[in-house]
């Protein structure tokens, strides 16, 4: 039996004007705070990116009474201390790898995204962005691939991180909650973005709807994101002016073009203090 919902939803559709998840356009601009603490609400920006878990939904209500539309970020590839769910994580040991010590984390292990429990895990996270308000889901640490593989055996693969995006873009997009409370009654699902990972763009630029990029100006390869923009999807761009000391460079240097840049203080935090790029170099 369709919902009432799924029914007007198809009418939307048929009049041309629906979109099921929120797909954001090239150079939408953005904040993003994954501290607890995510400063002002007003900044002049269309997209908060914030932690799923220490926000409460009426933080995102009154982003979106502000007229923002909110992406919750999740570490979808470690394990992390002090989640709801940690110890639902930590119950097989086998879904549990080596430590990002080396990465400087040390609080967190790579999972094994081959296991449908740790599927399920974040299918679950997915779940509670949904029923927050979020419009679209921010998943980390999808590179375990570069990393050792995580430490399994076999080591985790490049495929394997295709797979698993694929599997939490399919459940993302078609989503829906009679607990949703989002800004745009026209969409359903939630958006999904890839996080760095630059060996996966061309194979995931297709089915997710934009890319996170760290510090791609200081390490010159901001071409290896361009794919997204190509496809009419944001690079939303994060440098570290004590990195990068040249904001200049970092908003306006080679393969930017379309990119949406912001520059926060270290690259050992996201804190709300935030820096915008001039209008033009
Ligand atoms: C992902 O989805 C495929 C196809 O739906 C399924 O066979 C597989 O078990 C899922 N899990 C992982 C970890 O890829
Ligand atoms: C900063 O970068 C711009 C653009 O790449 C460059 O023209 C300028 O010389 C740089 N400034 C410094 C101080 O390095």
Redesign the pocket.
Known sequence: MPSILSISLLALCIIGSCSAWYQPAVGTSWQCALDPDIGSLDLPVEIYDIDLYTNSASVIDQLHQKGKQVICYFSAGTYEPNRPDSAEIKADKADVGKSLADEGWPEENWLN????R??DIMKKRIDTALAKGCDGVDPDNVDSYDNGGGGFTPPLTSQ?SI??L??LTTYAHTATSSKHRRRNPRTTGLGIGLKNAGAIVKDTAGFLDWVVNEQCVQYDECSTFQPFIGKGKPVFHIEYKKQSKNVTKDCFGPDTGGFSTIIKPDESDLPAAVTFCPAGP
Do not use: L
């Not at 995204?113 to 449908?116: A, E, K, L, N, Y």
């Open positions: 995204i081959r296991s449908d740790i599927v394997d797979a698993y694929r599997n």
